[in-house]
DNA sequence: TCGCTTGTTGATCATCTGATCACCAGAAAC
DNA sequence: GTTTCTGGTGATCAGATGATCAACAAGCGA
């Protein structure tokens, strides 16, 4: 029992920051940005009152919350492997959706990210415009430079994205039953894909 | 100028209930199930009092949007038009996929769709048990009874369908641009999909 | 043990929100 | 024009919610 304290009990700052920033990251995946702050203090185990000493208010919290759940989603190593011709494209397909999924596989990240976005939340939209214009676009031209395939434009790409994506909204979102591991299906997707835009054999 | 009348304006209770319904399917679907009845009164151009002469509750109005909502969005033709084997196997996927994106891509449904799932609303759940067990489990049956293709699982049937929905998600969840003319998209997708499953030609 | 610092609390305020009700007024019947 | 029916309104209530603040007490240093 780590973050059950006792009433009353005096934690350090940076601590307690954390505990309540944690709290409300699990609390609004769950419940929306409209949850109240009553329910995410008395969740967290503190009063209500308390929050206000390290968040001036609930809309910069909601902020913190955005802030550690988006930032760092998107690893700077993806683009050097993406690129690393060294190894075969399939490979590099498959290991950056595992990595993806790995990443954004989470019921907090799944969530929040669905809830801003319904929001209408401008971090959404840089989210998805960076992983468009950066890694998709990326995954676009290795594919084309790799000999076997056809050149597949954005829209395969996003299509190929939403197949994956899909996967962990149905999981975390809709909450239905998804395989436990998703690799396996993972590497299918990318593989029917990769398949479905092969050139033909000719010559 | 349909909907909007001068104050006090007398309608009969249907056509009142009718725009009262109508309204609130738009409120919801933007500014998801947490809106108030004021602004949606306001937005109206009705009174909030007059909101409980047609609905007993708030619950009572959401659970109406739904069922406008959700109400008859599966065609029960489509089980019969994807069986239909006198027709091409690939003609029978693209056009039950253009006809399903017709279908969902609206505002309105994408959007109330995915706040009730996060809500954790049951509708959603029994909504796409149906989608899963009915159609993308008849689709993949046909797809395996028609002979050039490797049977796909319910996964790959799903990576499709995800591949396909994420369309409007990009759309009307996150606003993304994404192009006006859907069907050419779709098609592609359904094609690139056979094409990743088709059995080598050996034999 | 005492005193000080400051993390924590309970009470409280103003506002928002769902819901109710007495009363008003549009329009059809005569 | 008058009456009658009922759709519509403004006022209001109770509870919820974000935010504030004086007072309390945990824990450290002297």
Redesign the pocket.
Known sequence: MDGVVR???????QA?RDQILAGAVAYFAEVGLG?????LAQRIG?????L??YF????ELVEAVFERVFLDRLSPHWNAEIADRSRPLEERLRHFYRQYAAAIFTYEWMRIFMWAGLAGEALNQRYLSRVGDSLLAQLRDEIAAAGPYGAPDMEAMWALHGSIVYLGIRRFIYQLPTPDDVSPVIDESVDRFLAGIRRPQAG
């Open positions: 009433p009353g009990r005096r934690l350090e700052p307690r949850g109240t702050t009553r329910d503190i009063t209500q009152a308390l206000y000493r001036a208010s609930k809309a």
